[in-house]
């Protein structure tokens, strides 16, 4: 139950509804609330390698998915790139015009979230991948648009960034036929 997100008290209710009565569950609420207290544990020293491992086993499985990361020297991950089908088919229709930004580094990781984004035929954004990030410098932004270009083939005519100038070294590098834009928001905002 908790793989589910049942919370301890309504899993103990659960059981003791199946079971036929607090005495036939065999534990108490205290000794749920316990066992999941000790999965977050275990699980917070390996959050990320199970996570990065969750990911390559769908990659493996799943032939439109695309997952791509690197660690650094100590084995500390450093960048995770991964689409889904659906974000393939969302670039290969709507992949013109791409934007992306990175997020203040507000995890517990410390790591920036980076969407890839774009505007379907009703102004709705769309999703064409996402990144996490440890550091926002040119190389890792390098990493990170070679993976795009290894998972989508193609860059987009034109990509909308912010006034980032570790971005825009990146973009000028790899997306050399895309035509790179600011995005007007973070420009008046800025102001």
């Known amino acids: 139950m908790a793989k589910i997100n049942i919370e ?31 999965i977050n544990l275990f699980i917070n020293e390996y959050d990320v390698e199970m996570m990065v491992e969750n990911l390559m086993k769908k990659k493996e499985h799943l032939p439109d998915f695309s997952c791509e990361y690197f660690t650094d020297d100590e084995n500390c991950l450093v960048g995770l790139f991964w689409l889904d089908g659906e974000s393939k088919r969302n670039y290969q229709v709507f992949g013109d015009i791409m934007s992306f930004d990175a997020t203040y580094g507000s995890n517990r990781y410390s790591m920036v979230f980076v ?26 932004y390098k990493w990170l648009l070679r993976c795009f270009l290894k998972a989508f083939g193609k ?37």
């Open 8 to 38: 301890p008290v309504r899993a103990f209710n659960v059981m003791r509804t199946i079971f036929g009565g607090f005495e036939e569950v065999g534990v108490s609420k205290n000794d749920c609330k316990n066992f999941k207290r000790e």
């Open 155 to 191: 860059q987009p005519d034109v990509v909308v960034t912010d006034q980032d100038p570790s971005m825009k070294k990146a973009i000028e590098e790899l997306f050399i036929g895309s035509r790179h834009r600011l995005c007007m928001w973070h420009v008046m905002h800025k102001l």
């Open 115 to 140: 969407p890839f984004t774009g505007i379907d035929n009703h102004n709705n954004n769309v999703s064409f991948g996402a990144a996490l990030l440890a550091s926002e410098t040119a190389e890792t």
